[in-house]
């Protein structure tokens, strides 16, 4: 049987770390933008705009992860929370206790990953 206590602390401390992230992106993207609207920058032509278009194409996609990952941790505690945390979604078998270890905030068993990832 997994400690889900253990795995609660886990998913808590990824959290916080999601969140206080998620600011430092949101400003990322708020200077690429300032950037690239102050200084009428052609991202075609001019270096610097490919440069800027980079930038914030990095940020975005950075914040469209994190954002997704914490929705993946908060889901994860809200299984802990109704008794359904390490129980596959898709098979209701139980992941194995080093699959949670690797990936705490995971919903599907080794068998069904390759499927809960092609879902998204």
Same mark, same amino acid.
């Given at each position: 049987?997994?400690? %889900?206590?253990? %795995?609660?602390?886990?998913?808590?401390? @990824?959290?916080?770390?999601k969140l206080a992230l998620l600011p430092a992106?949101?400003?990322? *993207?708020?200077s690429a933008n300032e950037a690239r609207?102050?200084?009428? *920058?052609d991202d075609e032509h001019d270096p610097e705009g490919a440069t800027i278009a980079f930038e914030l194409s990095q940020a975005a996609?950075?914040? @469209?992860?994190?954002?997704?990952?914490?929705?993946?941790? @908060?889901?994860?505690?809200?299984?802990i929370a109704d008794g359904t945390?390490? *129980?596959?979604?898709?098979?209701? @078998?139980?992941?194995?206790?080093?699959?949670l270890e690797a990936r705490p905030w995971t919903s599907f068993c080794i068998v069904h990953a390759a499927a809960g990832r092609q879902g998204r």
């Open positions: 049987m997994a400690d %889900f206590e253990r %795995f609660r602390v886990l998913l808590e401390e @990824e959290r916080q770390r992106l949101r400003a990322d *993207i708020s609207h102050g200084s009428n *920058i996609a950075l914040l @469209e992860q994190s954002v997704a990952g914490l929705a993946e941790v @908060e889901a994860a505690l809200a299984r945390y390490g *129980i596959c979604s898709v098979c209701g @078998e139980p992941i194995s206790e080093g699959r």
